[in-house]
């Protein structure tokens, strides 16, 4: 597998997580946490967004991994089932949600390693270029299409789309290195922009969406290059 995934495992039997992180150490990908309820697995996603969740249905607590996906997929972030229920109750409840895919226990450790690679294959095929990103305690996916242009504040950045505006608890150019370099150009150094969006380039300025965003002399003949590409 190409891609190393970060990942964060939700299962509320000690021994099977550790397997499950052995397994999935061994095959190259980092485990970035670990929650055995609905609650501490959502705060975890918080802090640190993953690539990928495993979810056990059976959790402590109230809530369980399918109530944990439909909250997944309010905020299109990608998981997979691994559990041993599979009565009819539990697989209709299941196909209220969207994960990758369901790999039911016992489990071998080629198996899981070959399910979260298929599963991720078929996913990144299918999704649009996107980038996680942390906004007022959630965590949103972000299209790169949709992004107008980023903004430098202090050891933040905006992120201005066509609908919303947020202010992510990143730099620059942190955020910089998560863009499509095909499509987003610096125009200045506290600003990058959607080439695509770039209606007219002036002297000291490019205009997106009636926005005027600096342009200096350092960046004006990449810009234009690129701009004639487009």
């Not at 270029?129 to 007022?136: D, G, R, T, V």
């Not at 200045?188 to 997106?208: D, F, G, L, P, Q």
């Amino acid at each position: 597998m190409e891609k190393s995934l970060n990942i964060i495992i939700v299962e509320d039997e000690p021994i099977i997580c550790a397997t499950i992180e052995t397994a999935l150490v061994k095959a190259g990908h980092n485990i970035v946490d670990e929650a055995d309820t609905y609650e501490d697995a959502l705060d975890a996603i918080s802090d640190t967004p993953p690539d990928l969740v495993i979810i056990d249905i059976h959790l402590h607590g109230q809530k369980d991994g399918i109530d944990l996906a439909m909250e997944l997929d309010r905020i299109n972030l990608p998981y997979l089932y691994l559990t041993s229920q599979t009565d009819p109750e539990t697989i209709d409840r299941v196909k209220s949600t969207n994960p990758l895919g369901y790999i039911v226990k016992p489990f071998t450790e080629s198996g899981l390693q070959s399910n979260i690679e298929l599963a991720w294959f078929d996913y990144t095929k299918k999704s649009l270029n996107s980038i996680l990103i942390k906004h007022e305690g959630s965590v949103v996916k972000v299209l790169q299409n949709d992004i107008l242009y980023l903004k430098a504040f202090d050891n933040y950045c905006y992120i201005i789309t066509k609908d919303q505006q947020y202010l992510v608890p990143h730099t620059l150019k942190h955020m910089a290195q998560q863009l499509d370099e095909e499509l987003f150009l610096k125009t200045h150094r506290s600003y990058i922009v959607n080439m695509s969006y770039v209606a007219t380039i002036e002297k000291k300025a490019v205009e997106i969406m009636g926005d005027s965003i600096p342009l200096s002399s350092a960046h004006r003949t990449s810009v234009l290059d690129k701009l004639s590409r487009f």
